[in-house]
């Protein structure tokens, strides 16, 4: 059974290793504990988990943000998305992003957005086939090291 929840601190070692699966190197676990606690202090973060019988196979991180403009309605950013590779193709992203989507719609965001890497060309198919569309918009980022 999937049961689809917010993340709490005895799944931090289980989404460590999602994590891992994401960008092919573990996060450090004192550091991931340390943010991982200011963020669930923090209502405007949302970190969601897929649970199959209890394990923690998938998940996705949702940030909503104020804005100025307009109706200052805020908008939500989408970030962390990963389903285990022992999982995929059997829903558990699709209730996530559901799940996030209705968190959102609860907080009157005006829209949802995320990013996505270039060559995650089977990611794109899914995003697409959830309602996504890929807007032509230039994207930028800059990598901050330490020194």
């Known amino acids: 059974m999937v049961t689809i929840k917010e993340i709490e601190f005895e799944s931090l070692d289980a989404l460590n290793k999602l994590y891992h699966e994401l960008i092919d190197r573990p996060s450090d676990p004192k550091k991931l504990e340390e943010v991982f606690r200011s963020i669930q202090a923090d209502s405007r973060y949302i970190l969601l988990g897929a649970?199959?019988?209890?394990?923690?196979?998938?998940?996705?991180?949702?940030?909503?943000c104020q804005d100025l403009v307009g109706d200052c309605r805020p908008f939500m950013v989408i970030e962390n998305v990963v389903v285990s590779s022992r999982a995929r193709r059997q829903g558990l992203g699709k209730k996530l992003i559901s799940a996030l989507e209705s968190i959102?719609?609860?907080?009157?965001?005006?829209?949802?957005?995320?990013?996505?890497?270039?060559?995650?060309?089977?990611?794109?198919v899914f995003y697409e086939s959830m309602g996504y569309r890929e807007e032509k918009v230039e994207g930028y980022r800059k990598h901050l090291s330490s020194h």
């Open 51 to 64: 649970y199959v019988d209890g394990e923690l196979l998938g998940s996705m991180m949702g940030i909503v």
């Open 104 to 124: 959102a719609h609860e907080k009157e965001c005006y829209y949802i957005m995320f990013v996505s890497g270039e060559k995650r060309k089977e990611a794109h």
